[in-house]
C-alpha cells in the first residue's frame, strides 16, 4: 500500500462532496493504485477532479499504459463516471495539461 493509500484510509468513506488533486500526480507522487481509495472517500453524487501534465501518462512509469486503463476500468465497475477530459494549454511549464472530472456513482 501507498503512503498515499495508507493516509487516505484513515477518512471515513462516502463522507467528502469532492476531491481535487492539483500537483499531487506526477513521478514519485501519487500512484495510480490510490485512486480506488480515492472513490471510497468521496459520497456518491461527488466528483473527483484530477489535475495533471497531459505528458505525465506517457512517461511516468506508473502512470504509462495504466492509469487510463484504470480510469475506464472503474467506469465499466460503476464506480464513477467521467464527466470532462480537458485539457489545458501551457499548464505547467509551457507543458499542456489535462483536468479529469469524474463523479461519484
Avoid: Q
Wanted: net charge neutral; proline share 4%; hydrophobic share 40%.
Amino acid at each position: 500500500m501507498s503512503c498515499f493509500s495508507a493516509i487516505i484510509s484513515y477518512y471515513s468513506t462516502d463522507s467528502y462532496d469532492a476531491l481535487v488533486i492539483s500537483g499531487g500526480m506526477g513521478e514519485g507522487h501519487i500512484p495510480a493504485d490510490a485512486v480506488p481509495k480515492m472513490i471510497d472517500v468521496v459520497k456518491k453524487g461527488g466528483h473527483v477532479v484530477i489535475v495533471m501534465r497531459k505528458e505525465y501518462l506517457t512517461y511516468v512509469l506508473d502512470y504509462k499504459d495504466k492509469l487510463l486503463p484504470l480510469f475506464h476500468r472503474l467506469e465499466e465497475e460503476k464506480k464513477w463516471k467521467m464527466i470532462s477530459d480537458k485539457e489545458v494549454p501551457n499548464y505547467s511549464f509551457n507543458k499542456t495539461g489535462i483536468v479529469f472530472i469524474f463523479s461519484v456513482l
